[in-house]
Protein backbone atom coordinates (compact mmCIF):
# COMPACT_ATOMS: atom_id res chain seq x y z
CA UNK A 1 0.00 0.00 0.00
CA UNK A 2 1.48 3.04 -0.80
CA UNK A 3 -0.22 6.30 0.74
CA UNK A 4 0.67 10.14 0.29
CA UNK A 5 0.38 12.16 3.54
CA UNK A 6 -0.47 15.89 1.82
CA UNK A 7 0.66 17.89 5.09
CA UNK A 8 -1.13 21.50 5.05
CA UNK A 9 0.84 23.89 7.49
CA UNK A 10 -1.52 25.54 9.84
CA UNK A 11 0.08 28.44 11.69
CA UNK A 12 -3.06 30.42 13.07
CA UNK A 13 -6.29 29.55 13.66
CA UNK A 14 -9.53 31.87 13.56
CA UNK A 15 -13.46 31.91 13.59
CA UNK A 16 -14.98 33.12 10.27
CA UNK A 17 -17.58 32.50 8.05
CA UNK A 18 -16.71 29.29 6.56
CA UNK A 19 -14.13 27.00 6.61
CA UNK A 20 -10.71 27.20 4.68
CA UNK A 21 -7.48 27.55 5.14
CA UNK A 22 -5.58 31.23 3.91
CA UNK A 23 -2.12 31.86 3.84
CA UNK A 24 -1.48 29.14 6.43
CA UNK A 25 -4.41 30.11 8.40
CA UNK A 26 -7.66 27.90 9.47
CA UNK A 27 -10.49 29.69 9.43
CA UNK A 28 -13.32 27.54 11.05
CA UNK A 29 -16.89 28.39 11.73
CA UNK A 30 -18.20 28.30 15.06
CA UNK A 31 -21.78 27.77 14.48
CA UNK A 32 -21.43 24.87 11.97
CA UNK A 33 -19.53 22.87 14.36
CA UNK A 34 -22.12 23.25 17.08
CA UNK A 35 -24.80 22.77 14.71
CA UNK A 36 -23.47 19.34 13.97
CA UNK A 37 -22.02 18.24 17.24
CA UNK A 38 -25.80 19.28 18.43
CA UNK A 39 -27.58 16.49 16.20
CA UNK A 40 -26.43 14.17 18.65
CA UNK A 41 -29.35 14.35 21.53
CA UNK A 42 -27.14 12.89 24.04
CA UNK A 43 -25.39 16.39 24.06
CA UNK A 44 -27.76 18.93 25.72
CA UNK A 45 -24.81 22.15 24.94
CA UNK A 46 -21.37 22.37 23.45
CA UNK A 47 -19.37 26.11 23.35
CA UNK A 48 -16.69 25.85 20.35
CA UNK A 49 -13.33 28.14 21.54
CA UNK A 50 -9.62 28.52 20.74
CA UNK A 51 -6.60 27.79 22.34
CA UNK A 52 -3.14 28.75 20.76
CA UNK A 53 0.62 28.28 21.34
CA UNK A 54 1.73 30.24 24.08
CA UNK A 55 -1.39 31.53 25.86
CA UNK A 56 -1.91 31.64 29.03
CA UNK A 57 -4.97 28.90 28.92
CA UNK A 58 -5.67 25.76 30.34
CA UNK A 59 -7.62 22.69 28.72
CA UNK A 60 -9.45 20.39 31.25
CA UNK A 61 -10.94 17.86 31.59
CA UNK A 62 -9.17 16.59 28.40
CA UNK A 63 -10.68 13.30 26.27
CA UNK A 64 -9.45 13.09 23.14
CA UNK A 65 -7.22 14.84 20.83
CA UNK A 66 -7.73 14.51 17.06
CA UNK A 67 -6.19 16.28 13.83
CA UNK A 68 -8.39 17.20 11.31
CA UNK A 69 -8.12 15.12 8.00
CA UNK A 70 -9.86 14.96 4.19
CA UNK A 71 -9.70 11.60 2.04
CA UNK A 72 -8.79 13.20 -1.08
CA UNK A 73 -8.02 10.43 -3.09
CA UNK A 74 -8.00 6.08 -2.78
CA UNK A 75 -10.46 4.20 -1.08
CA UNK A 76 -12.38 4.86 1.71
CA UNK A 77 -12.94 7.61 4.12
CA UNK A 78 -11.84 9.51 7.25
CA UNK A 79 -12.37 7.40 10.33
CA UNK A 80 -13.94 3.99 8.77
CA UNK A 81 -16.38 2.68 10.43
CA UNK A 82 -17.05 5.66 12.86
CA UNK A 83 -17.58 8.37 10.55
CA UNK A 84 -17.58 7.06 6.97
CA UNK A 85 -18.16 3.42 5.87
CA UNK A 86 -16.24 0.85 6.58
CA UNK A 87 -13.36 -0.08 3.81
CA UNK A 88 -10.02 -0.14 4.38
CA UNK A 89 -7.79 2.76 4.55
CA UNK A 90 -4.38 3.24 4.14
CA UNK A 91 -3.76 3.76 0.34
CA UNK A 92 -4.36 6.89 -2.22
CA UNK A 93 -4.02 10.55 -0.69
CA UNK A 94 -5.30 12.39 2.59
CA UNK A 95 -4.60 16.03 3.19
CA UNK A 96 -3.36 17.08 6.88
CA UNK A 97 -4.31 19.82 8.60
CA UNK A 98 -0.95 19.99 10.17
CA UNK A 99 -0.34 22.19 13.19
CA UNK A 100 -4.40 22.46 13.99
CA UNK A 101 -6.40 19.52 16.37
CA UNK A 102 -10.14 19.07 17.86
CA UNK A 103 -9.63 18.91 21.77
CA UNK A 104 -12.54 17.34 22.86
CA UNK A 105 -13.51 18.25 27.15
CA UNK A 106 -15.74 19.84 29.69
CA UNK A 107 -17.70 17.78 32.40
CA UNK A 108 -15.93 14.97 33.73
CA UNK A 109 -16.61 11.01 32.32
CA UNK A 110 -14.16 9.05 34.07
CA UNK A 111 -11.60 10.27 36.47
CA UNK A 112 -8.70 10.12 34.22
CA UNK A 113 -8.49 12.69 32.05
CA UNK A 114 -6.44 15.25 31.50
CA UNK A 115 -4.88 19.05 31.40
CA UNK A 116 -3.18 20.60 28.32
CA UNK A 117 -1.80 23.73 29.38
CA UNK A 118 -0.88 25.74 26.26
CA UNK A 119 1.90 27.86 28.29
CA UNK A 120 3.96 27.53 31.45
CA UNK A 121 6.34 24.49 32.87
CA UNK A 122 2.93 22.25 31.54
CA UNK A 123 3.40 22.88 28.15
CA UNK A 124 6.80 21.52 28.55
CA UNK A 125 4.97 17.92 28.66
CA UNK A 126 2.62 17.76 26.26
CA UNK A 127 3.18 18.03 22.29
CA UNK A 128 -0.67 19.80 22.06
CA UNK A 129 0.74 22.79 24.00
CA UNK A 130 2.48 23.67 20.52
CA UNK A 131 -1.15 22.96 18.19
CA UNK A 132 -3.97 25.56 17.19
CA UNK A 133 -6.52 23.46 19.07
CA UNK A 134 -10.53 23.81 18.44
CA UNK A 135 -11.90 22.89 22.08
CA UNK A 136 -15.55 21.78 22.24
CA UNK A 137 -16.25 22.03 25.86
CA UNK A 138 -19.55 19.50 25.61
CA UNK A 139 -21.93 19.48 28.35
CA UNK A 140 -24.24 16.14 28.08
CA UNK A 141 -27.82 15.48 28.46
CA UNK A 142 -29.32 15.29 31.82
CA UNK A 143 -28.82 11.78 33.94
CA UNK A 144 -26.36 10.50 31.29
CA UNK A 145 -24.80 7.11 31.42
CA UNK A 146 -21.02 7.50 31.17
CA UNK A 147 -20.77 5.01 28.50
CA UNK A 148 -23.38 7.11 26.46
CA UNK A 149 -21.36 10.01 27.36
CA UNK A 150 -18.24 9.03 26.69
CA UNK A 151 -19.47 7.54 23.04
CA UNK A 152 -21.03 11.59 22.54
CA UNK A 153 -18.16 13.09 23.25
CA UNK A 154 -16.25 10.89 21.11
CA UNK A 155 -18.29 11.00 18.22
CA UNK A 156 -18.82 14.63 18.48
CA UNK A 157 -14.63 14.81 18.22
CA UNK A 158 -14.34 13.04 15.25
CA UNK A 159 -17.59 14.44 13.35
CA UNK A 160 -16.00 18.15 13.86
CA UNK A 161 -12.32 16.97 13.21
CA UNK A 162 -13.97 15.42 9.59
CA UNK A 163 -15.85 18.68 8.73
CA UNK A 164 -12.79 21.02 9.92
CA UNK A 165 -10.59 18.54 7.68
CA UNK A 166 -12.69 19.56 4.76
CA UNK A 167 -11.07 22.92 4.66
CA UNK A 168 -7.76 21.10 3.29
CA UNK A 169 -9.50 19.67 0.29
CA UNK A 170 -8.60 21.48 -2.40
CA UNK A 171 -5.96 23.24 -0.78
CA UNK A 172 -2.18 22.92 -1.88
CA UNK A 173 -0.32 20.91 0.54
CA UNK A 174 3.29 22.74 2.27
CA UNK A 175 4.54 18.90 1.48
CA UNK A 176 3.56 15.68 0.88
CA UNK A 177 5.17 12.88 1.95
CA UNK A 178 5.23 9.44 0.80
CA UNK A 179 5.08 5.58 3.26
CA UNK A 180 4.61 2.49 1.08
CA UNK A 181 4.43 -0.91 2.11
CA UNK A 182 5.05 -3.74 -0.40
CA UNK A 183 3.60 -7.41 0.40
CA UNK A 184 5.71 -10.01 2.06
CA UNK A 185 6.31 -11.51 -1.03
CA UNK A 186 7.59 -8.33 -2.59
CA UNK A 187 9.21 -6.67 0.17
CA UNK A 188 11.33 -9.79 1.06
CA UNK A 189 12.75 -10.66 -2.65
CA UNK A 190 13.91 -6.48 -2.34
CA UNK A 191 15.46 -6.76 0.85
CA UNK A 192 16.84 -10.20 1.37
CA UNK A 193 19.74 -9.14 3.46
CA UNK A 194 17.89 -7.00 6.15
CA UNK A 195 16.25 -8.18 9.23
CA UNK A 196 12.41 -8.30 9.50
CA UNK A 197 10.80 -6.25 11.83
CA UNK A 198 7.29 -5.77 12.93
CA UNK A 199 5.62 -3.15 15.72
CA UNK A 200 3.46 -4.79 17.89
CA UNK A 201 0.99 -2.13 18.59
CA UNK A 202 -0.90 -2.77 22.18
CA UNK A 203 -4.56 -0.69 22.46
CA UNK A 204 -5.91 -0.11 25.60
CA UNK A 205 -9.53 -2.19 25.59
CA UNK A 206 -9.81 -2.98 29.20
CA UNK A 207 -13.43 -1.56 28.75
CA UNK A 208 -15.18 0.80 31.36
CA UNK A 209 -14.06 3.54 29.93
CA UNK A 210 -11.14 1.83 28.46
CA UNK A 211 -11.96 0.64 25.02
CA UNK A 212 -10.03 1.87 21.18
CA UNK A 213 -11.60 1.01 17.96
CA UNK A 214 -10.35 -0.55 14.97
CA UNK A 215 -12.18 0.21 12.14
CA UNK A 216 -15.53 1.02 14.51
CA UNK A 217 -14.75 -2.17 16.14
CA UNK A 218 -14.58 -2.39 19.65
CA UNK A 219 -10.78 -3.65 20.08
CA UNK A 220 -11.49 -6.19 23.31
CA UNK A 221 -13.70 -8.04 20.92
CA UNK A 222 -10.66 -8.68 18.35
CA UNK A 223 -7.75 -10.89 17.99
CA UNK A 224 -4.68 -9.51 17.44
CA UNK A 225 -4.36 -9.30 13.44
CA UNK A 226 -2.00 -7.80 11.05
CA UNK A 227 -2.49 -4.21 9.49
CA UNK A 228 -0.71 -2.49 6.86
CA UNK A 229 1.44 0.51 8.95
CA UNK A 230 -0.60 3.05 6.47
CA UNK A 231 -3.70 2.22 7.52
CA UNK A 232 -2.82 3.31 11.02
CA UNK A 233 -1.41 6.40 9.43
CA UNK A 234 -4.72 6.85 7.49
CA UNK A 235 -7.18 6.42 10.27
CA UNK A 236 -8.00 3.09 10.99
CA UNK A 237 -7.72 3.18 14.48
CA UNK A 238 -9.65 6.17 17.21
CA UNK A 239 -9.71 6.25 20.84
CA UNK A 240 -12.37 5.64 22.78
CA UNK A 241 -10.30 5.27 26.86
CA UNK A 242 -10.41 7.76 29.70
CA UNK A 243 -7.00 5.91 31.05
CA UNK A 244 -4.51 8.27 32.80
CA UNK A 245 -3.95 11.05 30.67
CA UNK A 246 -0.04 11.05 30.64
CA UNK A 247 0.06 7.65 28.68
CA UNK A 248 -3.51 7.34 26.97
CA UNK A 249 -3.03 7.31 23.14
CA UNK A 250 -5.52 9.96 21.61
CA UNK A 251 -6.73 9.40 18.06
CA UNK A 252 -3.93 12.26 17.34
CA UNK A 253 -1.40 9.61 18.84
CA UNK A 254 -2.78 7.26 16.84
CA UNK A 255 -3.14 9.35 13.48
CA UNK A 256 0.75 10.40 13.83
CA UNK A 257 2.62 7.11 15.43
CA UNK A 258 6.14 8.04 15.79
CA UNK A 259 7.13 4.52 15.99
CA UNK A 260 5.69 3.38 12.50
CA UNK A 261 7.10 7.09 11.12
CA UNK A 262 10.92 5.84 12.59
CA UNK A 263 10.36 2.64 10.86
CA UNK A 264 9.16 3.85 7.68
CA UNK A 265 12.68 5.90 7.95
CA UNK A 266 15.03 3.24 8.87
CA UNK A 267 13.26 0.40 6.58
CA UNK A 268 15.08 -0.34 3.97
CA UNK A 269 18.47 0.63 5.12
CA UNK A 270 18.63 -1.07 8.71
CA UNK A 271 15.59 -3.55 8.66
CA UNK A 272 12.74 -4.67 6.70
CA UNK A 273 9.54 -3.00 8.23
CA UNK A 274 7.07 -5.53 7.25
CA UNK A 275 3.75 -4.37 9.00
CA UNK A 276 1.95 -3.70 12.36
CA UNK A 277 0.34 -6.39 14.53
CA UNK A 278 -2.50 -4.77 16.49
CA UNK A 279 -3.21 -6.21 19.82
CA UNK A 280 -5.48 -5.67 22.69
CA UNK A 281 -5.23 -5.09 26.76
CA UNK A 282 -7.58 -7.67 28.54
CA UNK A 283 -8.51 -8.02 32.01
CA UNK A 284 -8.92 -11.73 32.62
CA UNK A 285 -6.16 -14.15 32.41
CA UNK A 286 -7.80 -16.39 29.27
CA UNK A 287 -8.06 -13.52 27.24
CA UNK A 288 -4.08 -12.22 28.13
CA UNK A 289 -2.92 -15.59 27.86
CA UNK A 290 -4.86 -15.93 24.08
CA UNK A 291 -4.30 -12.20 22.71
CA UNK A 292 -0.52 -13.06 23.82
CA UNK A 293 0.03 -16.45 22.36
CA UNK A 294 -1.40 -14.61 18.88
CA UNK A 295 0.88 -12.00 19.05
CA UNK A 296 3.39 -14.41 19.52
CA UNK A 297 2.00 -16.50 16.75
CA UNK A 298 1.83 -13.97 14.28
CA UNK A 299 5.48 -13.22 14.86
CA UNK A 300 6.53 -16.33 14.03
CA UNK A 301 4.50 -16.52 10.94
CA UNK A 302 6.01 -13.69 9.70
CA UNK A 303 9.62 -15.14 10.18
CA UNK A 304 10.70 -11.63 11.99
CA UNK A 305 14.07 -11.13 13.55
CA UNK A 306 13.21 -8.57 15.80
CA UNK A 307 9.99 -6.58 17.21
CA UNK A 308 8.99 -3.56 18.48
CA UNK A 309 6.16 -3.60 21.28
CA UNK A 310 4.31 -0.51 22.96
CA UNK A 311 1.87 -0.30 25.36
CA UNK A 312 -0.79 2.33 26.47
CA UNK A 313 -1.97 2.37 30.31
CA UNK A 314 0.11 0.77 33.37
CA UNK A 315 -0.55 -1.75 36.33
CA UNK A 316 -3.00 -4.22 35.31
CA UNK A 317 -1.46 -3.71 31.29
CA UNK A 318 2.24 -4.38 32.76
CA UNK A 319 0.95 -8.02 32.35
CA UNK A 320 0.26 -7.82 28.74
CA UNK A 321 3.10 -6.33 28.00
CA UNK A 322 5.30 -8.69 29.87
CA UNK A 323 3.35 -11.63 28.41
CA UNK A 324 3.41 -10.03 24.57
CA UNK A 325 7.82 -10.22 25.49
CA UNK A 326 8.17 -12.95 26.96
CA UNK A 327 6.32 -14.73 24.17
CA UNK A 328 7.60 -13.52 21.51
CA UNK A 329 11.37 -14.04 22.48
CA UNK A 330 10.57 -17.75 23.00
CA UNK A 331 10.05 -17.60 19.37
CA UNK A 332 12.95 -16.09 18.56
CA UNK A 333 12.53 -13.20 18.05
CA UNK A 334 14.39 -10.35 19.81
CA UNK A 335 12.08 -7.31 21.51
CA UNK A 336 12.26 -4.11 22.61
CA UNK A 337 9.81 -2.80 24.79
CA UNK A 338 8.54 0.77 25.03
CA UNK A 339 6.89 1.34 28.22
CA UNK A 340 6.67 4.38 30.84
CA UNK A 341 6.91 4.34 34.85
CA UNK A 342 5.16 4.26 37.70
CA UNK A 343 7.93 4.21 40.23
CA UNK A 344 6.71 6.73 43.23
CA UNK A 345 7.61 10.18 43.63
CA UNK A 346 11.00 9.39 44.70
CA UNK A 347 11.73 7.34 41.61
CA UNK A 348 12.54 4.46 43.97
CA UNK A 349 9.34 2.15 43.77
CA UNK A 350 9.29 -0.40 41.20
CA UNK A 351 8.25 0.60 37.57
CA UNK A 352 6.38 -1.99 36.37
CA UNK A 353 3.62 -4.16 37.86
CA UNK A 354 5.18 -7.08 36.29
CA UNK A 355 9.06 -8.49 34.92
CA UNK A 356 11.07 -10.64 33.11
CA UNK A 357 14.57 -11.60 32.76
CA UNK A 358 13.57 -11.52 28.38
CA UNK A 359 12.44 -8.13 28.69
CA UNK A 360 16.02 -6.70 28.99
CA UNK A 361 15.80 -3.88 26.18
CA UNK A 362 13.33 -1.33 27.27
CA UNK A 363 12.33 2.39 25.99
CA UNK A 364 10.82 4.50 29.05
CA UNK A 365 8.74 7.43 28.35
CA UNK A 366 9.42 8.41 31.88
CA UNK A 367 8.16 8.17 35.70
CA UNK A 368 4.31 9.88 35.96
CA UNK A 369 4.35 9.97 39.54
CA UNK A 370 7.13 13.17 39.27
CA UNK A 371 5.10 16.24 41.14
CA UNK A 372 5.09 19.41 39.06
CA UNK A 373 3.91 22.77 39.93
CA UNK A 374 1.34 24.37 37.37
CA UNK A 375 0.63 28.08 37.84
CA UNK A 376 -2.28 29.88 37.60
CA UNK A 377 -3.66 30.49 34.10
CA UNK A 378 -5.78 33.57 32.92
CA UNK A 379 -7.82 31.58 31.21
CA UNK A 380 -9.45 28.10 31.64
CA UNK A 381 -11.43 26.31 28.76
CA UNK A 382 -13.99 23.70 30.46
CA UNK A 383 -13.15 23.66 34.45
CA UNK A 384 -11.45 23.13 37.48
CA UNK A 385 -13.95 21.52 39.41
CA UNK A 386 -12.85 18.37 38.99
CA UNK A 387 -9.01 19.00 39.66
CA UNK A 388 -8.50 17.50 42.99
CA UNK A 389 -10.52 14.15 41.63
CA UNK A 390 -8.17 13.23 38.03
CA UNK A 391 -5.68 10.86 37.95
CA UNK A 392 -2.65 12.16 39.50
CA UNK A 393 -3.90 14.60 41.75
CA UNK A 394 -5.01 14.43 45.11
CA UNK A 395 -7.18 16.85 47.58
CA UNK A 396 -6.01 20.15 48.06
CA UNK A 397 -4.02 19.94 44.57
CA UNK A 398 -6.28 22.83 43.24
CA UNK A 399 -4.68 25.85 45.05
CA UNK A 400 -5.88 28.83 46.38
CA UNK A 401 -4.45 30.64 44.18
CA UNK A 402 -5.31 28.39 40.97
CA UNK A 403 -2.06 26.68 40.82
CA UNK A 404 -2.04 22.78 40.84
CA UNK A 405 -0.07 20.77 42.35
CA UNK A 406 -0.17 17.01 41.14
CA UNK A 407 2.11 14.45 39.56
CA UNK A 408 2.92 14.44 35.96
CA UNK A 409 0.31 11.87 34.82
CA UNK A 410 -2.28 14.89 34.89
CA UNK A 411 -0.55 16.34 31.70
CA UNK A 412 -1.84 14.89 28.74
CA UNK A 413 0.80 13.07 26.40
CA UNK A 414 3.61 13.70 29.42
CA UNK A 415 5.11 10.27 29.37
CA UNK A 416 2.95 9.00 26.40
CA UNK A 417 4.46 4.94 25.55
CA UNK A 418 4.85 5.14 21.95
CA UNK A 419 7.19 8.03 22.78
CA UNK A 420 5.28 11.10 21.56
CA UNK A 421 6.79 13.39 24.35
CA UNK A 422 10.02 14.61 25.77
CA UNK A 423 10.11 12.40 28.18
CA UNK A 424 12.77 9.34 29.11
CA UNK A 425 15.62 8.34 30.95
CA UNK A 426 18.85 6.71 30.73
CA UNK A 427 20.82 4.02 32.39
CA UNK A 428 24.40 3.75 33.30
Known amino acids: MRLELGKIKINDVQFGDEMKVDKGTLYVNKAAIAELVLEDEHIKSVEVELAKPGE ?3 ITPVKDVIEPRVKVSGNGGVFPGLINKV ?9 VLSGAAVVTCGRIVGFQEGIIDMSGPGAEYTPFSKLNNICLVIEPADNLLQ ?21 GLDATPDEVEVYETKTLKE ?11 AYVYMLQTQGLLHDTYVYGVDAKKIVPTILYPTEVMDGAIASGNCVSACDKNTTYHHQNNPVIKEMYANHGKDFNFVGVIVTNENVYLADKERSSDWSAKLCEYLGLDAAIISQEGFGNPDTDLIMNCKKIEEKGVKTVIITNEYAGR ?15 AVVTGGNSNELIT ?36 VITGATNEIGFNKMSAVSY
Open 56 to 58: ETR
Open 346 to 360: DGASQSLADADPKAD
Open 147 to 167: HDYEAAARMAGLKAAALIGKA
Open 374 to 409: LPAMKRVIGTLAFTDRIAGSFDGSMKPDGSIEAEIQ
Open 187 to 197: STAELPGLPRV
Open 87 to 95: ATVGEGRTH
